[in-house]
């Protein structure tokens, strides 16, 4: 009978503690992504498919992406990062004259910004303006960063994009 009563006592025990832990806070560890940080995934994803050669996948990847900056955009307007993803996402789906008003805008607010200069550089590239892509890579010369030899090389021929 004892053992009985400490058995329903410990499971009793047990359960409060789980509805208690379910419904108390964690100290804000837990945190609901947002758009944007949705949409850096898509486009994390996007860019292996795009290795591998899955360039449909990839694509919707991109269009995912580009519908959720487009949300953060409107919630957070004019902040370089996503505007500089916006300007990428609209690039890598064809669209080359609304990719680069994006980055545009983007440097407007942050002329520095790594990615921006290395992805309208590529975007020059991709649209025959190398004197502006040379522009870019100038930005990029002092930045002692990977972005600076990527451009570069694209810049030279030396390595092949698919913009």
Same mark, same amino acid.
């Given at each position: 009978?004892?053992? %009985?009563?400490?058995?329903?006592?410990?499971?009793?025990?047990?359960?409060?503690? +789980?509805? $208690?832990?379910?419904?108390?806070? @964690?100290?804000?560890?837990?945190?609901?992504?947002?758009?944007?940080?949705?949409?850096?995934?898509?486009? &994390?994803?996007?860019?292996?498919?795009?290795?591998?050669? &899955?360039? %449909?996948?990839?694509? !919707?990847?991109? !269009? &995912?992406?580009?519908?959720?900056?487009?949300?953060?955009?409107? =919630? !957070?307007?004019? *902040?370089? =990062?996503?505007?500089?993803?916006? +300007?990428?996402? /609209?690039?890598?789906?064809? =669209? $080359?004259?609304?990719?680069? &008003?994006?980055?545009?805008?983007?440097?407007?607010?942050?002329? @520095?910004?790594?990615?921006?200069?290395?992805?309208? +550089?590529?975007? $020059?590239?991709? /649209?025959?303006?190398?004197?502006?892509?040379?522009?870019?890579?100038?930005?990029?010369?002092? #930045?002692? #960063? *990977? *972005?600076?030899?990527?451009?570069?090389?694209?810049?030279? +021929?030396?390595?092949?994009?698919? $913009?």
């Amino acid at each position: 009978m004892i053992k %009985k009563i400490f058995i329903s006592l410990f499971f009793l025990l047990t359960m409060m503690s +789980g509805v $208690y832990a379910a419904g108390s806070s @964690d100290s804000g560890t837990t945190k609901v992504k947002s758009n944007y940080d949705k949409a850096v995934s898509f486009i &994390k994803t996007a860019k292996n498919l795009e290795k591998k050669g &899955k360039v %449909k996948k990839a694509n !919707k990847n991109y !269009k &995912k992406a580009q519908k959720l900056l487009i949300k953060s955009n409107k =919630d !957070k307007p004019n *902040e370089a =990062d996503t505007l500089n993803y916006l +300007g990428f996402t /609209t690039r890598k789906l064809g =669209d $080359y004259e609304n990719g680069e &008003k994006y980055y545009l805008k983007g440097l407007a607010i942050n002329p @520095d910004h790594i990615g921006i200069n290395e992805y309208l +550089g590529e975007l $020059y590239v991709a /649209t025959n303006r190398n004197n502006l892509a040379l522009e870019r890579l100038e930005v990029l010369k002092g #930045c002692n #960063c *990977e *972005e600076y030899n990527e451009l570069k090389a694209i810049i030279e +021929g030396k390595k092949t994009s698919k $913009y």
